[in-house]
């Protein structure tokens, strides 16, 4: 298994709509990419990880759920953590409700952008035995998936910030804003 390289902002794979995964093969090894991800995520410290970050075009995503599975000395001690995995994701909004929140992203390194989310969703997928997923969650559960079906789409939260001031420098903002820093 390996650590894989994160695509960095400016690189054109970031922009790309990915392709949907046609048929859950074990010979397509989407176990092995997915395996990658996770290493690479747990390396990075990040909490979620979207395929195209990866240079991978294709609608896969991975999280972990921080409330109640991830903290930083599971992250330091290198401890199990529950990684989700989620082929084909998408999404829909319960409501018209955002809520607006800090973010980083481990293409965007050293930045954070407060951006706006729905506060709860429903979303469905595909797991990697090719069962259908289908959860209504809010918070950060919820906000991580929207980030990482975005990634899916090729877009940054750059896109989505809730005020264009509301971005910069982790070590700035963390001297005037408590925040979480999640890197998703
Ligand atoms: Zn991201």
Same mark, same amino acid.
């Given at each position: ?12 794979v ?19 990419? +997915? /395996? #990658?991800m $996770?290493? !690479?995520l747990? *390396? ?7 395929a ?8 896969i995503?991975?999280f972990c ?9 599971k992250?330091n ?8 995995? +989620? /082929? #084909?994701? $998408?999404? !829909?909004?319960? *409501? ?9 992203c ?8 407060k ?7 429903t979303?469905?997928?595909?797991d ?10 809010d918070?950060m ?19 989505r ?24």
């Open positions: 298994m390996s650590i894989l390289k994160i695509a960095q902002i400016g690189n054109p970031l922009y790309q709509k990915a392709e949907a995964v046609d048929k859950i093969r074990p010979k397509d090894n989407l176990k092995d990419l +997915i /395996i #990658n $996770s290493e !690479t747990i *390396d990075a410290e990040g909490i979620g990880l979207a195209p970050q990866v240079y991978v075009s294709k609608r995503i991975i759920i921080p409330e109640d599975e991830l903290s930083e000395e992250i001690k290198n401890q199990e953590i529950k990684i989700h995995a +989620i /082929i #084909n994701p $998408s999404y !829909t909004n319960n *409501d018209n409700d955002f809520e607006d929140d800090w973010e980083g481990l293409s965007i390194p050293g930045m954070l952008g951006v706006r989310r729905y506060k709860k969703i979303y469905r997928g595909y990697l035995q090719g069962k259908l997923i289908n959860k209504t969650v918070g559960h919820a906000r991580i998936v929207q980030h990482e079906c975005d990634h899916l789409n090729g877009i940054l939260y750059l896109a910030l809730a005020d264009p001031r509301d971005f910069g420098f982790t070590e700035e903002i963390n001297k005037y804003y408590k925040v979480q820093n999640e890197k998703i």
